[in-house]
């Protein structure tokens, strides 16, 4: 076989036992790599129902297809296990050369199942599994322990995916990080920590054989050129935080843990700002001639010296939705989830929840103790330095700090019934996950994409907003085609998921982002890897099958229609500030687009998969166990 090994390492941490399992090609051809190979592999290898922390729930590694090749962005992989922020799917992409190692080790997957006794650090050295003490690693920063491990091994092409203290606390939605990038959202690192995993280090020594050498050089030469061209400017220059004035000018910046979506200090938290007078050096994921992380310092003042990559999502979470307009704060604060290990947007939205909470009087000053502020402090929207603490308190689970590691959804829950409020309108999650910078409310058919999403609401499992930015529907206005739309969007994104490729070399195809743009060239690419015989609609089944596979899990562990919802402020609280005030998504609207959307999908009304649906896909055995 061309472009894989055929073969999937186990690894049982309870036992301290390995073994090999060997896939057919027809396999791989279904579920071909990132988010959909580990999502299947979670599908074969968890116990329904178990607890997110239990030994019974995998961490399940899935490499890219074109992981080590020529294929420009394509050195991603994916990370699956079940969420402990939502209870369902939790699935996650993260870049570099922690994947290339892997596929030079001749692996196509890892499941790791069970749980050490004692902090490990799994080291897979080409077909050699070794369990190292992790001892020393405790209390690490992420790119810190990444160091250790290479200097003990006496080895710079080591590579180690590894939680940082956030994960070893198991904050809720702590991270995985490998060579500077995360695997995050879904608290993937809560789940290492529960299994007493610190790190996954690889060493491989081996080639990678692709079936057409030449035409793979040749097609990923051309696309390579183009990723350096117009198409990909925004990214190299000023990276996504040009998001920042775009979201501002149309009312959608999340603004002070969402009250408004326009920012009256937005400029001074703008990626221009951060361009002109914190950027030092842009960096890129192996593999990738684009180059859009931002690498960003803090010159002067308490946090002098804290450098850290900056992209939108952070920025807006740590910005303008906690009123700070100190770029100098915002960094910190990103710098501090990064080192640290855990999710910069959930640690952004959850401090905004914190933040509401306490300006309407409900968690008070005493709420705070902490080492630092023995008599505790305010925690106001645009205090830097009451947010940093904060940040500093979920990490270390100190004090309030160890509510707050629960995310927004258990912490309003938590609250509430102590002291009888109702925090939890304010506490912007669906399915337990920390809304993205994009507020719904001026996106109609985003608002049915985040409420729909298998792993809550997610700019990057659905690029719905597209839709509504580009005008292609009235971003106010439902009608008929949202269900259709919000299907693309996600099972658009879904192809670029799985292969995986990153989102940003879209246009560098054929100039042309959507479908007819992309997919004969994803086709080829997909061909000269491995011989096979890919065709347009081929593509299009990889998106459809790959979203199928986690809606497939999340029923098997109880999902149910209701759970398809928006935070409550998105469909009852409108901004009063901008182009997009005086709107919401209200249930009416969410529950009719919700109907278009399962039509759309094939599903019956209640949202669960006919047995057809599946089979028709390629998935017998999932018709099977949860087919209607
Ligand atoms: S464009 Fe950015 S996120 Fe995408 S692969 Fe390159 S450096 Fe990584």
Known sequence: ????????????????????????????????????????????????????????????????????????????????????????????????????????????????????????????????????DATKLMGKGTYATEEAIREDLADDQVRSATIGPSGENMVRFANVTNDGRQAGRTGHGAVWGSKKLKAVSVRGTRGIQVADPETL?????????????????????????????????????????????????????????????????????????????????????????????????????????????DMNAAIQLIHIADQSGMDAMSTGVTISWAMETFEKGIFKKEDFKCKKYPDGFELKFGNGEAAVTTAEMIRDKEGIGKLLSEGTRIASQTIDKERG????????????????????????????????????????????????????????????????HAKDAEEYAAVYDTLPLCKFIRRCFTGKADRAGAWPTIAQLINATTGWNFQYEDIDLIGQRAHTIKKAFNIREGWKRSDDDLPWRWKHDPMTKGPSAGYVTSDEELEYMIDLYYKAKGWTKEGLIPKKVLIDLGMPDVAEQIGV
């Open 421 to 484: 409020t109702e925090t939890w309108k304010w506490a912007m999650n669906s399915k337990g996950l920390e809304a993205p910078g994009y507020d719904a409310r001026g996106l109609k058919t985003f608002s049915l994409g985040a409420a729909v999403g298998t792993r809550g609401g997610c700019h990057n499992r659905s690029s719905a907003y597209d839709v509504d930015i580009q005008g292609i529907a009235d971003r106010f206005k439902v009608d008929e085609t949202r269900g259709e």
């Open 217 to 325: 050089n040749k097609l990923s030469f051309d696309i390579t050129k183009e990723a350096q061209g117009p198409f990909t400017n925004k990214y190299r220059i000023l990276g996504t935080m040009t998001n920042v004035m775009n979201m501002n000018k149309l009312g959608l910046l999340p603004t002070r843990n969402f009250q408004e979506g326009v920012f009256e200090d937005a400029e001074k938290i703008s990626g221009e700002y951060l361009h002109d007078h914190h950027k030092v050096k842009t960096i890129a994921c192996a593999q990738c001639p684009i180059a859009c992380e931002q690498m960003s310092v803090v010159k002067s003042g308490p946090w002098e010296g804290s450098m850290t990559g900056i992209e939108y999502e952070c920025l807006f979470a740590n910005g303008p939705n906690l009123g700070i307009s």
């Open 1 to 132: 076989m061309f472009g894989y090994s055929g073969k999937i390492l186990h690894i049982d941490l309870t036992e301290r036992k390995t073994w090999v399992e060997d896939k057919p090609e027809d396999w791989y051809k279904t579920w071909i790599g990132g988010v959909s190979m580990a999502t299947r592999l979670c599908w074969e290898n968890i116990k329904p129902g178990c607890d997110a922390y239990s030994p019974d729930n995998p961490v399940c590694i899935a490499n890219g297809i074109f992981a080590g090749t020529p294929v420009p962005v394509g050195g991603k992989y994916g990370l699956a296990s079940k969420s402990p922020l939502t209870g369902f799917i939790g699935d996650s992409l993260s870049g570099s050369w922690f994947t290339i190692a892997l596929k030079r080790a001749n692996w196509d997957g890892v499941v790791i199942h069970g749980a050490s006794e004692k902090w490990v650090n799994v080291f897979i050295d080409d077909d050699r599994v070794e369990f190292r």
